[in-house]
């Protein structure tokens, strides 16, 4: 079992960061992938970025490349995206998931994660 507990949402203007943090616990944070999507009210959840279990690799969706950065710290069991640039669009419940299989570019399915935080608000005023 994996635990899972985002942190740092929030209401921020457009054009300003912010930056999410996803704690884990229940087994070894570096055998495993992860990955960050987000829900807008009265749509799917989508795809955000991931990252496999070094920080060697990472995919980000069409919509946040080069806004956004996904990035791992394994001493401190924790993943972060960091976002910048932020738009109104952005605005969702964006939560972190981990992957216990092979990391690839299927990472984007969110079918493909095992275990999901609960999620944390982000808003962007215009």
């Known amino acids: 079992q994996v635990q899972l507990v985002e942190s740092g949402g929030g209401l921020v203007q457009a054009g300003g960061s912010l930056r999410l943090s996803c704690a884990a616990s229940?087994?070894?944070?570096?055998?495993?992938?992860m990955g960050w999507f987000r829900q807008a009210p009265g749509k799917e959840r989508d795809f955000v970025a991931s990252?496999?279990?070094?920080?060697?690799?990472?995919y980000y969706a069409d919509s946040v490349k080069g806004r956004f950065t996904i990035s791992r710290d394994n001493a401190k069991n924790t993943v972060y995206l960091q976002m910048n640039s932020l738009k109104p669009e952005d605005t969702a419940v964006y939560y972190c998931?981990?992957?216990?299989?092979?990391?690839?570019?299927?990472?984007?399915?969110?079918?493909?994660?095992?275990?999901w935080g609960q999620g944390t608000q982000v808003t962007v005023s215009s």
């Open positions: 229940g087994r070894t944070f570096s055998s495993y992938a």
């Open positions: 990252i496999n279990w070094s920080g060697g690799r990472t």
């Open positions: 998931a981990a992957l216990m299989g092979p990391y690839d570019s299927s990472s984007f399915n969110e079918a493909m994660y095992d275990y």
